[in-house]
């Protein structure tokens, strides 16, 4: 049976009752995933599968700040400076793996995803069948802000979203709070945090859907279901210029400012996504948009703007990146197509057979 070595050690796993606890323990880092991370919640759950005094896994963020803040991305533009991304690469490989395990786990995975859950905490969360918000959850996918593009089924989960929802997330790279994240399907239920610490306790004893019933509560009103005339017409449009324009046009204020929000990230990125996006929507399984997520993640380590993004938002903290190239109307197709381009010899490979490619 998995246990955690230390309360130093960056993942704690102990057993309550029938209930098997992932608490993720950097919470300096709001504990953003590593490698090491990755590794030890996979193989609590090959222990915790096999053992039937474990009825329903339980994962949690240690701190008061969030369940996870996505991957440790100072580490990765680290190693992309030094080693091409080499180790990166063997990251994404296993974490993605994870996020495919989490989705497909036969036992009832119950993610509690209070406070900040952003990039990688979405993947080890949001691909669980049992997903618990509260009024401090803070969700998004931040990717083209740091001139990357939505990973960790990211595009497979924004693809399933009402209408362009999951689009207009995508590119702007905003945070949802409760009441939008179950609107988005993100999230299946609505636990203040006052009741979280009972909760998660009942879990010892208690079935899931009974514990639930009991802690749940109606779920404060979101801001996204009132904007959705203008994010639906303008978020269907075929390219990132076309939408920009439709946000500019729409005469809303709201989607204006939008359309400044997205023209202040990466243009690679931006195009890149909304390609990812329209693809992820052609592809049956989960595991297929991983697969197409390796792709376009292994091909971002090589164009300049993810280590330029992650240096202005985390290492010098200027807020200013300095995107090659700096304009939409520079980024072009064949440098969009190239993402998504088979790799020989290093494909994740989840998929039972090749995912159709789009023309």
């Known amino acids: 049976m998995p246990t955690a070595d230390s309360d130093e050690a960056p993942v704690l796993l102990r057993v309550q009752g029938r209930a098997g606890h992932i608490t993720l323990n950097r919470p300096r880092a709001i504990n953003a995933l590593n490698h090491e991370m990755v590794r030890l919640m996979d193989g609590a759950l090959t222990g915790w599968e096999q053992d039937d005094a ?21 580490s990765i533009h680290d190693d992309i400076r030094a080693g091409g991304g080499a180790a990166s690469l063997a990251f994404w490989r296993d974490e993605y793996r994870l996020n495919a395990r989490i989705a497909r786990f ?25 997903r618990i918000v509260t009024e401090r959850s803070r969700i998004a996918m931040p ?5 990357f593009v939505p990973d960790v089924g990211g595009t497979y989960l924004l693809t399933r979203t009402p209408g362009e929802l999951g689009t207009h997330l995508a590119l702007t790279g905003s945070a949802v709070g409760a009441g939008d994240a179950l609107l988005c399907g ?32 109606a779920p404060p009103e979101g801001e996204l279901a009132a904007h959705r005339e203008w994010i639906d017409s303008s978020y269907a449009a075929d390219s990132v210029e076309e939408i920009v324009d439709r946000l500019y046009n ?42 197409q997520e390796y792709r376009v993640s292994a091909t971002a380590i090589t164009a300049p703007d993810m280590v330029e993004g992650i240096r202005a938002q985390v290492v010098d903290k200027d807020r200013s990146p300095r995107w090659s ?35």
């Open 325 to 359: 190239p700096a304009g939409l109307s520079q980024v072009t197709e064949a440098e969009v197509a190239r993402h998504f381009a088979p790799r020989d010899g290093d494909e994740l490979g989840l998929a039972p057979e090749a995912a159709p490619r789009c023309p």
């Open 250 to 291: 729409s005469g809303d204020q709201a989607a204006k400012e939008t359309a400044e929000t997205i023209l202040g990230k990466s243009p690679t990125s931006l195009k890149v996504t909304l390609a990812a996006l329209r693809r992820a929507r052609a592809l049956a399984s989960l595991e297929q948009v991983l697969d």
């Open 143 to 147: 990717e083209t802000g740091i001139g």
């Open 106 to 130: 036969p036992k009832p995975y119950v993610a509690v995803m209070d406070g900040i859950v952003m990039g990688g905490g979405v993947g080890v969360s949001a691909h669980g069948s049992v």
């Open 186 to 217: 993100l999230a299946d239920h609505y636990v203040p945090s006052e009741r979280l610490e009972e909760f998660t306790a009942a879990l010892a004893d208690t079935e899931v859907s009974e514990a639930v019933a009991r802690y749940a509560a």
């Open 54 to 74: 474990v009825a329903t896994v339980v994962l949690t963020g240690a701190g008061s700040r969030g369940l996870c803040a996505g991957g440790d991305i100072r």
